[in-house]
């Protein structure tokens, strides 16, 4: 029998197809893998069976019958738990108060009580050794039937207690419940309070939590992506006694080595659709993989070779960490230039949002450098960034030259002409300027030219302020400009419009808050500012997730414009068609480390697609890869001649 | 004189202590009730229309003391509900609808007290409560001795003895129920709690209409005993007191219950103190709200998870519209 | 097979991402005017009920109708111009201290401390002017420094629970609850010191406070002061919010403390900035209290307009033009029916109960303005069919003026008197619901 069956299951969001007529299908004892790309719908399916969303259509079977899942409460009456991605903690309680959380005590009835005193009493009597003689036989059983019956006497007021302890808390609970957790081999003390655990512990806390509960089904939605190699091991050990004991697991993840390692069948599913299940067995890394990807699909969008690639931002050996102390990215080196599309590839969740924020200056760096080179050479100095004395300094060190050529020396010279000289553009860098951007606040990062469009799940939880209007927002990182008191809204307005009109954003008018507008309008909006910036790095992530077509080549022209002015863009991207196409080269994340960098003129969606998903160490090097980064640029230069 | 100023302090310790646990019981929901105040007052309504309505029913001490509670259990419950309602159902903000409540309450005591008095005592001339309060002031065990404990600890209505109890059964069940740790996933994270199967709005409910009837009951035993069933005086400033026991006994009813004897102790000691003048006795006012500040401040300063506010208080929640 | 859609709860909450202004206006006047007219209920009701219950007992309301009620309500506010230009300055004194606690809700600093602050520069006033009047100084050094002294306390006021906010994240709420009592003890304790005429007040003669400015026959008449005094800070701060760089900065901080971050704003820096203004502006109404109006400190000086203000700035939401509006409403009520409390003998707390019912339906009104209720779709075609047959018997009694919304105040109202439970989504009940109706 069939421990989870899914038939039909459709769930819209709006217009947006999250799955479409699924089929799956999970046997007791049996460990499926839902593998899939971001935004598949993975997570969609699975919030069906545990009760956060209802489905459209469908319908879903748990051990042969069918059944509605409305709540939280009724995935926990079919016995299915699942332990989502972000946990559901009490950070003050302890691990064991966080389990035994909305437990509701059944209640008992006496009779079916008494009757099994009775029928214990009967079996330590029957029990009682042949041997013994008449006497010692006879005081034996009255002493039991006594007990017996002071016991079922008791019954009522033992109810009561109980009715009163069910509510209790055992002061033990921590000590009972540690047996659970020995019985599958977790290896945590239940004393401990959540706020001081690991990330791995927690999710321990949240499986033994789900089991508690009685649940037979588990539904694991991508445990690993937090944990360590070693604590992935551990976690598996547990799956598979999990299994042992007949317990159906269905376990999200992106890795195929995983996939390969722990599960007995795959199920994959690809923009919402059902693909296939397959035995892990009689499949390949590379079948998954093409299964996962599927077809590739010519997008047609204009690449032109890079002009002129010089270095603009060098990343050597960063490290970050991200909030709950792990290695988000971990010793990342590798260099952008002037006029190409860097793309990052990577299934989300692998660190790239916290290389991108490293390198704003608004995550901590904890090792490694990112040296910016400022395009200044034959460029005129300006008070933006350089006040008088820092210019006289720099000219001091011979840094500046005049349009003639010759050295500029500003000795002797006073205030108002030096000021006069940098107004009419006089006064030009020999070369680029190099700046060391660790340490450096994200306000002077920016206006150094580095900007950051980020796409998060939630658009309007940074970058843009939801409230305000999107003249408001279009001045977010230009309000400060000028010295009077007051804000200039004619050209933030002049620059809405423009938006509007250029990018096709669909609104009222440009008083609109932004939080009125759809999604993909307020992603144009936000990319539209970025980029009006004229900025000198883009580091853009998922800027067209969500997006239509027509909107997503929109996004991709204005990128290529930008690489068409000697910027350098950074593309973080998720659909891999468009990685390929779009991009000048492409920089594969797995796990916070670089799996490699390729050449995206030549290299095909499975190659990508088995770099995403393997970890780092076990990369075999690819006949591409093997050209290291200068010569690539090299290659790419000569070409260019 | 000094056991006369700790019998003293220990029955206005009573009222805080009353108005504390209720707000207690609130704030561990999640909900910052800034109603207490006013909550207190119709508290203190319901209290003497019930004891009123006892004492003409003919009922004996013991049917004053039960009508007193309920009344005012009642009169203050519907005022938690309606906090309830607005900030739970109509997701209102909780300060604005708790001033709402207190200016609301406040006026409500002003106004019965200057004329709806007369529905419920027909008698002429001043009108007070006191028949009714001399039952509920009557010491609880009876004539005791002169002794010095007897006179401290066991010459109080029962109404004092009462909120004494509350509270500890009130800290037993947060602390070592299934109840208690529902409630308290709630105020700490309420999405948790309802990915646990806790029925979040359910308890919220609850607790605001509980919490709020026992407060009431503070509020009627301010009129009732304190003030001997005289109306004269507004009871609002020990409703804020009340809001303040709550942050200084950290959450705690069981530390409320040795808060609100400090707070008591505070709050009469400059009548106590002779040699000095009243303006002195009104710096000495401060030292309870200052001490309340003061342990907010240490406790962010320290910033231990265990004595924070619960992490929701004040923070709205609704699960996710489809 | 099962209907799904059975078991789809009768409704849900959305929040309105669309929808104009117009009916948010439309349907907050329709509060007004409910609770001014719940309000008169309620009187008359209770004049009825406490006439017969009094029928025996010799004490006597006098017969009370609608029409005398809104007559005396009426007088209460525009009666003479005595009464208006009070009405104005009242209006003027809520006005400003909203004012100032607006920029630190903007920024979801929840500053409830308006009332200590407000009382702090009076205090700061009133310390001036004691210490130096009668000494020979001049009038004007006394007013200017006694105004420094009020901006000074003020913002001491305001600013410490901004420097722990910042620093330890330490609970503002709860904080600025305690300053305020902490000002009232050291305002008593102040008074008590120098007592003059009664033991809870302190006069001053009129030198050293502000003379009276205004039209000469309403001489001693210091609203003018008032009124000058709330436009101009009415206007300085709807263009500070609206206009000025920091104003900017306080809505992004208030609004996303992440793009705030994101931007590189110094949120410690906002929040302390934001409340050292509030502070001065709660300084200003504090003197202003103290030497242009009461000529007296009293505990009660403020007299809860701390707090009103608080409900002020929440309810024009955070809009200074709005909350001229609103303040002018709270007072009205407050007007009105403490001329029909006079009238009736009801007392001093009679206009608190009606400004509470005031104020329950203006909160709540908040709500059907922010959400709509999304009916599943078999109740939403049985509205439909309603709401034709409804557009159905109009027409043809001839009043097909113009088709009105019909749905959307319908689904409103309706909730409105629904209980509590109905809001929030209990399945079970909607399954059973559902079943009978099959």
């Keep these: 029998m069939k421990a989870i069956e899914l038939v039909g299951i459709t769930k819209t969001f709006g217009s947006i197809h999250a799955n479409q007529d699924i089929n799956l299908d999970v046997e007791k004892g049996e460990i499926l893998s839902l593998l899939g790309e971001n935004g598949s719908g993975k997570t969609t399916l699975m919030n069906m069976l545990s009760g956060i969303y209802f489905p459209d259509a469908g319908h879903i079977f748990v051990d042969g019958k069918e059944v509605l899942i409305k709540s939280p409460i009724d995935a926990f009456k079919n016995r299915i738990g699942m332990v989502h991605q972000h946990f559901k903690l009490v950070d003050i309680f302890t691990a064991a108060d966080n389990i035994i959380l909305g437990e509701k005590m059944p209640p008992f009835s006496i009779r079916e009580k008494s009757q099994e005193l009775r029928l214990q009493a009967a079996n330590e009597i029957s029990a009682l050794g042949e041997n013994l003689d008449e006497e010692a036989k006879k005081k034996a059983i009255s002493k039991i039937n006594n007990k017996r019956n002071l016991k079922i006497c008791a019954l009522p007021f033992v109810k009561f207690g109980k009715a009163v302890a069910f509510n209790y808390l055992p002061r033990t609970r921590a000590k009972r419940l540690q047996a659970i957790a020995d019985q599958y081999g977790f290896d945590i003390d239940l004393k401990k309070k959540v706020y001081e655990m690991s990330v791995s512990e927690k999710q321990t806390v949240e499986i033994i939590k789900v089991l508690y509960r009685g649940a037979d089904k588990l539904i694991l939605d991508e445990p690993t992506a937090v944990l360590t190699p070693q604590e992935i091991q551990k976690l598996f050990a547990v799956m598979r006694k999990m299994r042992e004991s007949g317990k159906s697991i269905i376990i999200i993840t992106h890795k195929l080595n995983e996939v390969m390692e722990i599960s007995d069948r795959v199920a994959v599913l690809r923009k919402g659709k059902y693909i296939g299940t397959v035995k892990t067995s009689e499949t390949s890394e590379k079948e998954l993989t093409e299964m996962m990807v599927g077809e590739k699909v010519d997008l047609n969008i204009a690449r032109e070779l890079p002009i002129d690639p010089q270095p603009r931002l060098v990343v050597e050996g960063l490290t970050v960490r991200n909030k709950d102390g792990l290695h988000a990215i971990e010793d990342v080196s590798f260099t952008v230039n002037g006029g190409e599309i860097f793309g990052v590839a990577g299934i989300a969740g692998n660190g790239q949002k916290e290389l991108l924020e490293g390198i704003a200056g608004l995550q901590p760096v904890e090792s490694g450098s990112i040296i910016f080179y400022n395009p200044k050479e034959n460029k005129p100095v300006t008070f933006f960034h350089n006040d008088l004395k820092q210019i006289k300094k720099k000219a001091e060190m011979g840094m500046f030259h005049y349009p003639d050529g010759t050295p500029v020396d500003l000795k002797g010279k006073s205030a108002k002409e030096i000021t006069r000289l940098v107004n009419e553009e006089q006064i030009l860098y020999y070369e680029n300027e190099v700046i060391d951007l660790n340490k450096r606040t994200p306000r002077e990062i920016q206006e150094l030219g580095i900007k950051l469009s980020f796409v998060p799940e939630d658009r309007l939880h940074m970058g843009l302020v939801g409230n305000m209007s999107i003249i408001d927002n279009m001045m977010l990182r230009s309000y400060r400009k000028g010295k009077s008191i007051f804000v200039n809204r004619k050209k933030p307005k002049a620059l809405a419009d423009k938006i509007i009109d250029d990018l096709g954003v669909v609104t009222p008018s440009d008083m609109t808050p932004v939080r009125r507008l759809s999604g993909g309008n307020v992603q144009k909006v936000l990319v539209g500012r970025e980029i009006s910036s004229s900025p000198k790095v883009l580091m853009s992530a998922y800027p067209v997730r969500g997006l239509d077509v027509n909107s997503s080549y929109l996004i991709y022209n204005l990128l290529n414009e930008q690489k068409a002015r000697n910027t350098a863009v950074v593309y973080v991207g998720e659909d891999l068609d468009v990685l390929i196409a779009l991009c000048d080269r492409i920089m594969v994340l797995c796990g916070g480390k670089v799996s490699a960098i390729v050449d995206a003129r030549n290299v095909t969606k499975e190659q990508l697609g088995l770099l995403m998903t393997k970890m780092p160490e076990t990369v075999e090097r690819y006949d591409y890869n093997v050209a290291p980064q200068q010569e690539e640029t090299k290659e790419e230069e000569k070409n260019n001649d | 004189m000094l056991v006369t100023l700790l019998s003293r302090a220990i029955r206005i310790a009573a009222a805080f202590l009353y108005g504390s646990t209720g707000e207690t019981i609130i704030e561990k929901s999640g909900h910052l009730n800034l109603g207490i105040p006013g909550i207190m007052c119709f508290g203190a309504v319901g209290g003497c229309i019930g004891a009123d309505m006892a004492q003409k029913g003919g009922a004996g001490a013991f049917g004053i003391i039960v009508a007193t509670i309920f009344f005012a259990m009642l009169f203050a419950g519907a005022m938690g509900l309606l906090y309830g309602f607005f900030t739970i159902s109509l997701r209102c903000n909780q300060n604005v609808t708790g001033l709402t409540i207190t200016t609301f309450g406040a006026g409500v005591l002003g106004f019965w007290r200057k004329n709806l008095l007369n529905i419920v005592v027909s008698d002429e001339g001043t009108i007070t409560f006191k028949a009714a309060s001399d039952f509920i002031k009557a010491p609880m065990f009876g004539a005791v001795g002169d002794d010095w404990f007897s006179k401290i600890f066991l010459s109080h209505g029962t109404l004092v003895y009462l909120a004494i109890i509350i509270a500890i059964v009130v800290a037993i069940v947060l602390k070592k129920t299934r109840t208690g740790l529902s409630l308290n996933a709630i105020g700490e994270n309420p999405a948790a709690a309802d990915a646990a199967g806790i029925k979040v709005i359910k308890y919220k409910y609850i607790s605001c209409v509980l919490g709020a009837a026992i407060a009431g009951i503070g509020g009627a035993f301010c009129l009732l005993d304190l003030q001997s069933g005289s109306t004269e005086y507004p009871i609002e400033a020990i409703g804020w007191l009340a809001v303040a026991l709550v942050i200084f006994s950290l959450w705690r009813p069981g530390i409320g219950i040795l808060g609100s004897f400090v707070f008591g102790l505070l709050y009469v000691m400059p009548n106590y103190i002779n040699g000095i003048g009243t303006e002195y006795k009104k710096i000495l006012e401060i030292i309870p709200y200052a001490v309340t500040a003061l342990v907010l401040i240490v406790i962010s300063f320290f910033n231990k998870r265990e004595t924070q506010p619960p992490t929701a208080l004040g923070v709205p929640y609704f699960r996710e519209d489809r | ?438």
């Design chain 3, 1 to 438: 097979m099962i209907n799904n859609k059975i078991h789809e709860p009768l409704f849900h909450l959305t929040k309105r991402t669309t929808g104009g202004s117009k009916r948010a206006w439309a349907l907050r006047a329709i509060a007004f005017a409910v609770s001014v007219l719940v309000c008169g209920i309620v009187t008359i009701i209770i004049v009825a009920v406490n006439n017969e219950q009094l029928s025996q007992a010799g004490r006597y309301f006098e017969e009370y109708s609608f029409e005398q009620y809104f007559l005396d309500f009426g007088e209460g506010v525009f009666g003479s111009p005595r009464t208006i230009w009070n009405l104005f300055q009242e209006t003027a004194i809520l006005l400003i201290i909203a004012l100032a606690v607006t920029p630190c809700f903007k920024m979801k600093f929840w500053n409830i401390g308006g009332e200590g602050q407000v009382l702090m520069g009076g205090l700061g006033a009133a310390i001036v002017i004691r210490f130096m009047m009668g000494k020979g100084y001049s009038d004007g050094l006394i007013i200017f420094l006694s105004l420094l002294l009020a901006i000074g306390l003020g913002v001491a006021w305001a600013v410490v629970p901004a420097l722990f906010k910042a620093k330890w994240n330490t609970n503002e709420t709860l904080l600025t609850l305690m300053m305020n009592y902490i000002a009232v003890c050291l305002v008593s304790f102040f008074v008590a010191k120098n007592p003059t005429a009664g033991s809870n007040t302190i006069f001053f003669d009129k030198g050293g406070t502000i003379p009276p400015i205004g039209p000469q026959e309403f001489v001693g008449k210091e609203f003018v002061l008032f009124i000058i005094a709330a436009a101009v800070i009415t206007t300085i701060m709807a263009i500070y919010l609206k206009y000025s760089k920091h104003g900017y900065e306080v809505a992004v901080v208030g609004e996303s403390p992440n793009t705030a971050k994101y931007v590189g704003i110094n949120t410690k820096a906002v929040i302390i900035r934001t409340l050292v203004l509030c502070g001065v502006l709660c300084g200003i109404t504090g003197f202003l209290l103290v030497s242009a109006k009461d000529f007296s400190l009293r505990e009660d000086t403020v007299g809860g307009r701390g707090f009103t203000g608080v409900l002020i700035s929440w309810l024009g939401q955070f809009n200074p033009i709005f909350m001229v509006v609103t303040s002018f409403l709270v007072v009205f009520i407050q007007r009105g029916s403490a001329k029909v409390a006079t009238y009736q003998a009801f007392g001093t707390s009679y206009p608190s109960v009606m400004a509470g019912i005031f104020f329950f339906f203006i909160i709540a009104v908040e709500f059907f303005v922010n959400y709509k209720f999304v009916f599943r779709e078999d109740i939403q075609a049985k509205i439909d069919a309603f709401n034709e047959k409804v557009k159905l018997t109009l027409s043809k009694n001839k009043k097909v003026e113009e088709a009105p919304p019909v749905v959307h105040i319908q689904a409103g109202e309706e909730q409105k008197e629904e209980p509590a439970q109905d809001v929030v989504e209990e399945p079970a009940s909607v399954e059973e619901s559902v079943k009978e109706e099959k």
